[in-house]
């Protein structure tokens, strides 16, 4: 999305702010994809949040979100609400 709104020199700076915050880039494991699709198969949200909350149950992390369409997962891993200005 900020590439699309901003261009690739926000984007680059986007994604070094991530680095500096000290977030992990994912790599992609067979077994979380086939973990996402189950949890698109059980749960009305898209496999882009059902991707993400696979990946924060993996990691036994924290998901880090303001999207509402996570109400309906909370119970399946530690949501941190944000919400957006």
């Not at 699309?4 to 500096?20: H, I, T």
Request: hydrophobic fraction near 45%.
């Amino acid at each position: 999305m900020t590439k699309r709104r901003f261009g690739d020199a926000k984007k680059m700076e986007a994604l070094s702010r991530v680095y500096q915050l000290g977030m992990k880039i994912l790599s992609v494991p067979d077994s979380l994809v086939y973990e996402a699709a189950e949890l698109k198969a059980q749960y009305a949200i898209s496999y882009a949040d059902c991707f993400a909350l696979a990946c924060a149950r993996d990691h036994s992390a924290a998901l880090v979100t303001g999207d509402p369409d996570f109400k309906t997962v909370a119970h399946l891993a530690k949501i941190i609400w944000i919400r957006s200005v």
